[in-house]
Each structure stands twice: as structure tokens, then as C-alpha cells.
């Protein structure tokens, strides 16, 4: 069994920064394409920044120019970082990746998610 657990998340003035972390546990041999997504209360889930397994990224819109996703291969870990915080950025944060297991096999777990929360 695999699992991602994200850790970072907390309370934030505006204008401030925060670095979420996803790290897979468990029978993880590798991390494939890592990605974060949020979901504001009463929104849908969104991506948020996706990282392919050759460091490809890609962002939302709404966080260009203000978020940094990268990866660590050797925690099979991905981080997240976010700068210029925003109150409309506040959030749970998920992490999601498609993992390539010890066994061979692929799966796609999601973290349990992570509160961030900013202040005007």
C-alpha cells in the first residue's frame, strides 16, 4: 500500500509564503507526475500545479508566476511552494501522484489534504 501525506499547511498573512510538502510512504518506488490541487469551501476541487517525472511543470492560471512545484526523487517527495498569498488562495490543499510501486504496479493515491489558510 501506498500513501501521500502532505504536511505545510497553516495560517498566512497576505502577501506571505508557505512550502507544502508531499511525501509517499509505503511500497513507493518512484513518484510519476505529482500534482496539487485545492478545494476553497463550497468550490470544486482545482488543479493547483502539476510535475512530471522529467521536472515538466505546469500551473492554473491563478497561481503563475506566484507558485513553485518541484520534486526531491530521492524522498519521493514533492513540494509545493507559494508566494504572494492571497486570501482567494486559501484553502485545502491535496496532493495526488500516480506512483510506480514495489510490486510493479501502478496507483494514483490522494493525500489527506493540508489547510492553508490566509489573512487580509
Known amino acids: 500500500q501506498v500513501r501521500l501525506v502532505e504536511s505545510g499547511g497553516g495560517l498566512v498573512q497576505a502577501g506571505g509564503s508557505l512550502r507544502l510538502s508531499c511525501a509517499a510512504s509505503g511500497s513507493t518506488r518512484a513518484i510519476n507526475t505529482g500534482g496539487w490541487y485545492r478545494q476553497a469551501p463550497g468550490k470544486q476541487r482545482e488543479l493547483v500545479a502539476t510535475i512530471t517525472d522529467n521536472s515538466m511543470t505546469n500551473y492554473a492560471d491563478s497561481v503563475k508566476g506566484r507558485a513553485t512545484i518541484s520534486r526531491d526523487n530521492a524522498k519521493n517527495t514533492v513540494y509545493l511552494l507559494l508566494n504572494s498569498l492571497r486570501p482567494e488562495d486559501t484553502a485545502v490543499y491535496y496532493c495526488?501522484?500516480?506512483?510506480?510501486?514495489?510490486?510493479?504496479?501502478?496507483?494514483?493515491?490522494w493525500g489527506q489534504g493540508t489547510q492553508v489558510t490566509v489573512s487580509s
Open positions: 495526488n501522484a500516480e506512483i510506480f510501486t514495489t510490486w510493479g504496479t501502478f496507483e494514483n493515491p
